[in-house]
């Protein structure tokens, strides 16, 4: 199950949840206030290169590619 970031319009509020995959489209209650005007944040994470100093942002919305 991956781990969604939400963002909560009501209170200002940001927030991870897991959620299972069939439910990736479900609308999240906010765990602050319980309200349902969230949006599902745009993800990235980081890795590091083998060189120094060597980082990339990397998005998870990618076209299902294949990592070395």
Do not use: W
Request: net charge neutral.
């Amino acid at each position: 199950m991956p781990i969604y970031e939400y963002y909560c319009a009501d209170c200002d509020v940001e927030f991870d949840k897991l959620v299972k995959l069939a439910d990736a489209n479900v609308v999240q209650a906010c765990p602050e206030c319980g309200g349902r005007h969230t949006q599902k944040k745009l993800s990235t994470f980081a890795t590091r290169g083998s060189g120094a100093g060597q980082s990339m942002a990397v998005s998870n919305c990618g076209g299902g590619g294949r990592f070395s």
